[in-house]
């Protein structure tokens, strides 16, 4: 159980463009969910936190405007990188925990690699 | 809290010998201690978790340790594999599932 989705494994996408990524829980309801940004050799850095019917909440120095965070129903939360640049080239995982208690295991999608060129 | 602190950076121990990672917070009010284990290009994997009500948790060859008075917690990893070999992150959490991770170290198990 507690099987998380994300889509697509990788892009590449030219400067300038926009680039959405999907992340799905498949098997439960999360009403939460949380995107993280890694670099090369780096930790897992919070981004936002996704809420299903309100905005999402980012940390503290994320452009919420870069960042479209769209959390459309309890099982999908969609991340938009707008007007792309090669410094936003990154691994972004999303996660949710598989229960709506606190302090539940978090799990993570398989990620998505972003190259902008 | 968003200040957790990992030690070492990296770690090479030889096959059959005990690796020890530790990390350190700051927010009292976390109670949720998670570590996960990261292989190059693949998301992380939960290997163990510790809530703030106990002290010691075990399974197999997997320990971790926690003592909240001095807010750090650490990862015993005994008889290392080869395929132990990654990089492992802990975590830190309070309410709402909302976790920090720490910087994470590169464990090389040397066969």
């Known amino acids: 159980g507690a099987v998380v989705s994300q889509h697509p494994s990788w892009v590449i996408c030219k400067s300038g463009t926009s680039v959405k990524i999907e992340c799905r829980s498949l098997?439960?309801?999360?009403?939460?969910m949380f995107w993280y940004r890694q670099f090369p050799k780096q930790s897992l850095m919070l981004m936002a936190t996704s809420n299903e019917g309100s905005k999402a909440t980012y940390e503290q120095g994320v452009e919420k405007d870069k960042f479209l965070i769209n959390h459309a129903s309890l099982t999908l939360s969609t991340l938009t990188v707008t007007s792309a640049h090669p410094e936003d080239s990154s691994f972004y995982i999303c996660?949710?925990?598989?229960?709506?208690?606190?302090?539940?295991?978090?799990?993570f999608g398989n990620g998505t690699r972003l190259t902008v060129t | 809290g968003e200040n957790v602190e990992q030690h070492p950076s990296t770690l090479s121990v030889q096959e059959g010998d005990s690796a020890v990672i530790k990390c350190t917070y700051s927010?009292?009010?976390?109670?949720?201690f998670p570590w996960y284990k990261q292989e190059l290009g693949k998301r992380p994997q939960l290997i163990i978790d510790i809530r703030s009500n106990v002290g010691e948790k075990k399974d197999q060859r997997i320990a971790v340790t926690l003592n909240k008075t001095a807010k750090h917690f650490s990862l015993h990893i005994t008889e290392t594999q080869p395929e132990d070999s990654a990089v492992y992150f802990c975590?830190?959490?309070?309410?709402?599932?909302?976790?920090?991770f720490g910087s994470g170290t590169k464990l090389n198990v040397k066969p």
């Open positions: 927010d009292s009010a976390s109670n949720y």
């Open positions: 098997d439960f309801q999360a009403t939460t």
């Open positions: 996660s949710a925990a598989g229960s709506s208690m606190s302090n539940s295991p978090l799990h």
């Open positions: 975590a830190e959490g309070g309410n709402f599932n909302k976790f920090y």
